[in-house]
């Protein structure tokens, strides 16, 4: 690649989402190597592979808590490394809901997470949203106290807060009921739909990827093994077996 | 199913359907009971050796006598022990029941007389009582009186600690030890860092609970030399418990800096911002309890302690505020926050 070139990578503010070259790993123990991945704007890509792969590990390197041992990646235009508040300013990082504070109240993270990224206010989409959630009566309460799903709810709004670029989500479906999974699902594909975002879902859900996703891509022993753009997603929903038997053979194969 | 059989049938099918929590509870402790032959004899050699205790001792009767003579004071001292814990009762009453492996029957087990089974740690006292008069270490009517006394005082305590219970919040739901605020009106217009700072000062109420604080009084209490008069050894056991609580607030500030930077990592918030919405009330907190202990030592005398006093509460300070600014910096550091990422 030229120097032009390899300038240019990653700086188009379109793009929400620039992965070059990265290898990440916790102490000796490679987790992840030789990582590209690029995500448009308007794109919802599912991350697939099965327990311990990297899935999360990757979704860390992007959320910039943990430090990548090489590679680049550019959030909206700009580099991760270089100017991270700026990239992180665009970057919508869905924590694991064992994260979260649990002697704040929701209300109260909600608050910190807002002015921590700098926010004059908390958008109305976000407020929005958690009255769809019905999350508003627990809003007073100790995060210790939340169930799973409540949790849940809470670390996808502070993932939401400030029109983020790039959303990145871990399991974020995991303990939600029915009904907030739906709200969930259609406030992330309006979003995505209208340009103003890219979501990077890592799930297990193979029926979300089938229906909502619009890229999915597959990661095998810490190696993206393979992707399946809008077309073969599409061509996937019309087979009986769909993305679960490719998904085998893809296994299989490599 | 023994035990129900050996039950009235009446009372099993009554407490079967009624209070099923009850019977689950009573049917544990005969199991454990009957599994453990070694535990159950200890048990029984723990009661006699109790009862022998209270027979063979006549200092037993004396201090019961003296409590009898003195009814105000058992009064107050068994309301206190009645009213605090029952402030925090009908929230963990709250919790177990939710979190009960019977909460989806169909019974509704009414709170209050639940909360009222608080006065069953009476029964004790009642035993004890009972005991030193049948053994004739007290007269009867000392002994009724020492109840008495002491039932009043539990019933005032359990109104007390229902009230301020209901009046402060107290059982609000939640945590145990962070307390409660209200919301800021203009939370979603003016989002702020400040909610931060309640964080590090809920982890060392945690830190400081009464368990923790028991072991070191009773490491005090035992490094005392003989002789130490009870002034003395009560101011040295309040500075100490209080030094103790300022340095466990320390620590508390130190570990929630890291948790926090790795939570607002994504984020990118500026360092300073963090270091200072993070830690000012845990410092402000530090400083007034140094303050207090000073001014406290003034009021009641030491001048020996004021002097003392300054010193090593500047000097906690200092230490304080010193460790938790370099805890804030390894955070941010380990989180990326504020800065450029490290390169490989």
């Avoid at chain 2, 009898?68 to 177990?96: D, N």
């Avoid at chain 2, 008495?148 to 739901?173: H, M, Y």
Wanted: glycine fraction near 10%.
């Amino acid at each position: 690649m030229s120097t032009a070139s390899r300038e240019g990578i990653g700086k188009d503010d379109a793009q929400a989402l620039c992965v070059r070259g990265l290898r990440a790993g916790y102490d000796k123990h490679v987790v992840l190597a030789d990582i590209d991945l690029d995500l448009q704007r308007g794109e919802w890509l599912a991350l697939l592979g099965p327990n311990g792969t990297g899935k999360t590990t990757l979704l860390h390197c992007i959320g910039g808590i943990l430090v990548p041992a090489a590679g680049q990646i550019w959030i909206g235009g700009r580099s991760l490394r270089e100017d991270p508040r700026g990239a992180k300013r665009v970057l919508g990082f869905g924590c694991a809901p064992e994260r979260l504070p649990g002697l704040l109240t929701g209300r109260q993270c909600l608050e910190v997470y807002a002015a921590a990224k700098g926010l004059a206010a908390i958008g109305a989409e976000v407020l929005e949203l958690m009255d769809a959630f019905a999350f508003a009566p627990m809003l007073d309460r100790f995060v210790d106290s939340y169930s799973t799903g409540a949790r849940q709810k809470l670390a996808v709004l502070l993932s939401l807060l400030g029109d983020p670029a790039l959303v990145v989500l871990d399991e974020a479906f995991n303990g939600l009921d029915p009904a907030s999974a739906l709200v969930l699902k259609q406030h992330l594909r309006r979003r995505v739909s209208g340009d103003a975002c890219a979501v990077l879902l890592a799930t297990h859900s193979l029926d979300l990827v089938e229906r909502y996703s619009d890229r999915a891509a597959l990661l095998l022993e810490g190696r993206i093994a393979r992707q399946w753009d809008q077309e073969a997603l599409e061509a996937l929903r019309a087979c009986p077996e769909g993305l679960e038997a490719a998904l085998a053979a893809a296994s299989a194969g490599s | 199913m023994q035990e129900l059989r050996a039950l009235p049938p009446g009372l099993a099918r009554s407490l079967a359907s009624r209070r099923p929590a009850l019977l689950a509870a009573s049917l544990g402790s005969c199991n454990a009971l009957r599994r453990s032959p070694a535990r159950t004899g200890s048990i029984a050699a723990l009661l006699i050796g109790a009862c022998a205790a209270v027979l063979g001792f006549p200092a037993i009767g004396a201090v019961l006598a003296w409590f009898a003579a003195h009814g105000v004071l058992t009064g107050t001292i068994s309301a206190g022990l009645f009213a605090l814990p029952l402030m925090r009762r009908k929230s963990r009453l709250l919790a177990s029941t939710s979190a009960s492996w019977l909460a989806a029957l169909p019974v509704s087990a009414p709170l209050s007389p639940r909360a009222l089974g608080a006065l069953l740690r009476l029964l004790p006292l009642l035993a004890l009582a009972g005991l030193a008069w049948a053994g004739g270490r007290i007269e009867a009517a000392a002994a009724a009186h020492l109840i008495g006394a002491a039932a009043l005082g539990a019933l005032a305590g359990v109104a007390v600690g229902a009230i301020v219970s209901r009046a402060l919040g107290l059982g609000a739901p939640g945590s145990q030890y962070a307390s409660l605020r209200r919301a800021r009106a203009r939370w979603a217009e003016a989002p702020s860092l400040r909610p931060l700072s309640y964080w590090p000062v809920a982890r060392g109420r945690i830190f400081s609970r009464p368990k923790s604080l028991a072991r070191v009084a009773l490491l005090v209490a035992l490094c005392l030399p003989l002789g130490t008069s009870g002034e003395l050894a009560l101011v040295v056991l309040a500075a100490c418990l209080a030094a103790y609580g300022l340095v466990l607030l320390s620590l508390a500030a130190a570990r929630v800096a890291f948790e926090a930077a790795r939570w607002l990592a994504p984020t990118g918030v500026d360092r300073r911002r963090f270091a200072l919405a993070l830690e000012w009330r845990a410092l402000l907190k530090q400083m007034v309890g140094c303050l207090l202990m000073v001014l406290l030592a003034r009021l009641i005398g030491l001048p020996w302690a004021f002097r003392l006093g300054i010193p090593v509460c500047a000097a906690i300070l200092l230490a304080s505020w010193a460790s938790t600014a370099v805890c804030c910096a390894l955070a941010c550091r380990r989180a990326g926050l504020g800065a450029a990422i490290r390169g490989p």
